[in-house]
T-cell receptor, first 112, second 113 residues
Framework: DTGVSQNPRHKITKRGQNVTFRCDPI?????LYWYRQTLGQGPEFLTY????????KSRLLSDRFSAERPKGSFSTLEIQRTEQGDSAMYLC??????????FGDGTRLSIL | AQSVTQPDIHITVSEGASLELRCNYS??????LFWYVQSPGQGLQLLLK??????LVQGIKGFEAEFKRSQSSFNLRKPSVHWSDAAEYFC???????????FGAGTILRVKS
């Protein structure tokens, strides 16, 4: 069990640029989740995959956000035309059915 | 809608003292319940979980939590706090089946020597 891996750990970009984050889940987990955490708040759910199917999306996930999990293994989260309000920690988690979610260390996004 | 309330934003305890962090949830049925801990700049580590059965659950690092259905509470306790326990603690709930977690706003624990 190597844990959930997220890359990069930090991303600094200018407003209006596109960014992409990667998450590698625990290998035997078929469920993968993305959350966003802003300063002083708990994580907020963004989206959920079971294998390669994206089964649930939060209203927080605007049209500028897209997530994929093409082969049911790793996942990417892309933000297009970044805005100041996108600055946050983006957390990925994975699990199996009826098992708790295990989190990665997150990607911290800073928008200049 | 589901919600989770952690009424204490900050708590300071002396090393060796006991600790209780409060968590209340709002949900029609008994959800799955969790406590996670987060150190600065890090992800979340699972401390313990409640799915069903015994309402007193044991977790890692000497933590325990008690589910009280009548109070819709799931409070976290530790009999003797260590300086390394200083971190932020999050209570979370998931509906039966657990497709997503709803988190409280967190409680920051400071430990004074």
């Amino acid at each position: 069990d190597t844990g959930v891996s997220q890359n990069p750990r930090h991303k600094i970009t200018k407003r209006g640029q596109n960014v992409t984050f990667r998450c590698d889940p625990i290998s035997e987990h078929n469920r993968l989740y993305w959350y966003r955490q802003t300063l002083g708040q708990g994580p907020e759910f963004l989206t959920y995959f079971q294998n390669e199917a994206q089964l649930e999306k939060s209203r927080l996930l605007s049209d500028r956000f897209s997530a994929e999990r093409p082969k049911g293994s790793f996942s990417t989260l892309e933000i297009q035309r970044t805005e100041q309000g996108d600055s946050a920690m983006y957390l990925c988690a994975s699990s199996s059915w009826r098992e708790p979610q295990h989190f990665g260390d997150g990607t911290r996004l800073s928008i200049l | 809608a589901q919600s989770v309330t952690q009424p204490d934003i900050h708590i300071t305890v002396s090393e060796g003292a006991s600790l209780e962090l409060r968590c209340n949830y709002s949900y029609g049925a008994t959800p799955y319940l969790f406590w996670y801990v987060q150190s600065p700049g890090q992800g979340l580590q699972l401390l313990l979980k409640y799915f069903s059965g015994d309402t007193l659950v044991q977790g890692i690092k000497g933590f325990e939590a008690e589910f009280k259905r009548s109070q819709s509470s799931f409070n976290l306790r530790k009999p003797s706090v260590h300086w390394s326990d200083a971190a932020e603690y999050f209570c979370a709930v998931a509906p039966f089946g657990g497709n997503k977690l709803v988190f409280g706003a967190g409680t920051i624990l400071r430990v004074k020597s």
